[in-house]
């Protein structure tokens, strides 16, 4: 356990500054880019006693998260870190959402136009943030109340507590977009029990709270009517002692156990048919056990993967296998590889062209190139995991200042 003493001790022998950088990009300033805004009116500030919160304030669009909007969350951060007077941070979102993920349709618009270096600073800030919050030195609390997806769920679950309530909806949906699993999920997906990870990454199935707390998403859990007592009691405390905060979140959570539907009492099954090294096999599984015992989850889970692109399916898969054996910078450094290759358009064109189906047109009919799993080729996913070239950058982590805790 650290104290606020001990924490600015270590980050005065570590001698950082308190203008990193984070490697070579900076943030663009161009006033047609949709990922930059004011930032200032994107993340809301409340001052408690020894605390600050923030509040994610796109609401109109599920605070969809943006390279402005990531990049204030990072001053902010930095800022209370150094600052003595607070002892931990809370993060919740403003509306019926905490994050729906990143705001992809304007990463669509943005690739549709050329502004390739607009999407890579998207993805540089987000990745960036992702670890400067797993090595965060003080408390963090996220409030996971509505829709957490993607790069939701990437800056919320490396932090210390992640409360979830009975309107949390979890999803890492890439998938259905023809991308992969990033922000941080290769990492925390792959840690999950058994070969859950691969059944959420590979389908982009929903978890409520209850599962989420289940499987370990969330550390804690309390009804949404409890929110507001949550957040007072939060409010009052005076301590940068997790423990401290660990036992106020308990004090106001709530028991709950997943419905007897939930995937969480189908591991046995997950794990006989998400453990098989490919693709095919994981079907050729699910075909098996459907087949055996007509179980209507097997049927629904193949429909899932025949609606997903073939190419992001197969990429997706190697992504979690490595995440079980890489820490936290080692997968946010290269899924910024993966992402980076997934919008280049040089593999495939699938990240539009599911972003176009579900969410720009939406005849919900996307064409996947390559159209069939066995048009996949070894080198096609290969390319997805190469470091990137002499001319590009890779995502710059300060691992030797910031070791994470996770």
């Given at each position: 356990?650290?104290?606020?003493?001990?924490?600015?001790?270590?980050?005065?022998?570590?001698?950082?500054?308190?203008?990193?950088?984070?490697?070579?990009?900076?943030?663009?300033?161009?006033?047609?880019?949709?990922?930059?805004?004011?930032?200032?009116?994107?993340?809301?500030?409340?001052?408690?006693?020894?605390?600050?919160?923030?509040?994610?304030?796109?609401?109109?669009?599920?605070?969809?998260?943006?390279?402005?909007?990531?990049?204030?969350?990072?001053?902010?951060?930095?800022?209370?870190?150094?600052?003595?007077?607070?002892?931990?941070?809370?993060?919740?979102?403003?509306?019926?959402?905490?994050?729906?993920?990143?705001?992809?349709?304007?990463?669509?618009?943005?690739?549709?136009?050329?502004?390739?270096?607009?999407?890579?600073?998207?993805?540089?800030?987000?990745?960036?943030?992702?670890?400067?919050?797993?090595?965060?030195?003080?408390?963090?609390?996220?409030?996971?109340?509505?829709?957490?997806?993607?790069?939701?769920?990437?800056?919320?679950?490396?932090?210390?507590?992640?409360?979830?309530?009975?309107?949390?909806?979890?999803?890492?949906?890439?998938?259905?977009?023809?991308?992969?699993?990033?922000?941080?999920?290769?990492?925390?997906?792959?840690?999950?029990?058994?070969?859950?990870?691969?059944?959420?990454?590979?389908?982009?199935e929903k978890l409520n709270g209850a599962e989420m707390?289940?499987?370990?998403?969330?550390?804690?859990?309390?009804?949404?009517?409890?929110?507001?007592?949550?957040?007072?009691?939060?409010?009052?405390?005076?301590?940068?002692?997790?423990?401290?905060?660990?036992?106020?979140l308990g004090g106001q959570g709530d028991s709950v156990f997943p419905d007897q539907t939930?995937?969480?009492?189908?591991?046995?099954?997950?794990?006989?048919?998400?453990?098989?090294?490919?693709?095919?096999?994981?079907?050729?599984?699910?075909?098996?056990?459907?087949?055996?015992?007509?179980?209507?989850?097997?049927?629904?889970?193949?429909?899932?993967?025949?609606?997903?692109?073939?190419?992001?399916?197969?990429?997706?898969?190697?992504?979690?296998?490595?995440?079980?054996?890489?820490?936290?910078?080692?997968?946010?450094?290269?899924?910024?590889?993966?992402?980076?290759?997934?919008?280049?358009?040089?593999?495939?064109?699938?990240?539009?062209?599911?972003?176009?189906?579900?969410?720009?047109?939406?005849?919900?009919?996307?064409?996947?190139?390559?159209?069939?799993?066995?048009?996949?080729?070894?080198?096609?996913?290969?390319?997805?995991?190469?470091?990137?070239?002499?001319?590009?950058?890779?995502?710059?982590?300060?691992?030797?200042?910031?070791?994470?805790?996770?």
């Amino acid at each position: 356990m650290r104290t606020h003493k001990s924490a600015l001790l270590l980050r005065r022998i570590l001698s950082l500054s308190k203008h990193h950088s984070y490697g070579g990009r900076r943030l663009a300033s161009l006033s047609g880019n949709p990922l930059i805004e004011d930032s200032d009116n994107l993340v809301i500030i409340e001052g408690k006693a020894s605390s600050r919160t923030a509040i994610l304030n796109r609401p109109s669009s599920l605070n969809a998260l943006n390279t402005s909007m990531v990049a204030r969350l990072q001053k902010l951060y930095r800022n209370w870190e150094d600052d003595p007077n607070i002892e931990f941070v809370v993060l919740k979102g403003g509306g019926r959402a905490f994050a729906a993920g990143g705001d992809i349709v304007s990463l669509y618009n943005l690739i549709k136009e050329g502004n390739l270096e607009e999407c890579k600073e998207f993805f540089w800030t987000i990745y960036s943030f992702i670890y400067f919050l797993g090595t965060y030195l003080k408390p963090h609390v996220a409030l996971l109340n509505g829709i957490t997806m993607g790069g939701g769920a990437g800056i919320s679950i490396p932090g210390t507590f992640r409360v979830a309530t009975d309107k949390t909806i979890f999803a890492t949906p890439e998938t259905l977009i023809g991308f992969h699993p990033d922000a941080g999920a290769s990492f925390y997906l792959s840690h999950l029990p058994g070969y859950l990870g691969e059944y959420l990454a590979l389908t982009g199935e929903k978890l409520n709270g209850a599962e989420m707390l289940s499987c370990g998403l969330a550390t804690h859990y309390s009804l949404i009517k409890k929110l507001p007592l949550v957040e007072e009691k939060l409010g009052n405390l005076t301590t940068d002692d997790p423990s401290v905060i660990e036992a106020c979140l308990g004090g106001q959570g709530d028991s709950v156990f997943p419905d007897q539907t939930s995937v969480i009492h189908r591991i046995g099954t997950v794990d006989k048919c998400f453990s098989h090294d490919t693709v095919e096999e994981i079907i050729e599984s699910l075909e098996n056990e459907a087949a055996k015992t007509n179980d209507s989850w097997c049927v629904s889970t193949l429909n899932k993967l025949k609606e997903a692109a073939p190419l992001s399916l197969k990429v997706s898969l190697r992504s979690i296998r490595e995440g079980r054996f890489q820490t936290l910078d080692q997968c946010l450094i290269r899924e910024y590889r993966m992402s980076l290759q997934g919008i280049s358009r040089q593999i495939t064109g699938d990240f539009c062209e599911g972003v176009r189906a579900k969410l720009v047109d939406k005849d919900f009919t996307p064409k996947w190139d390559p159209p069939t799993l066995e048009h996949v080729s070894q080198d096609m996913v290969d390319q997805y995991f190469t470091p990137l070239s002499a001319f590009e950058p890779e995502l710059d982590l300060p691992i030797k200042q910031r070791e994470a805790f996770i």
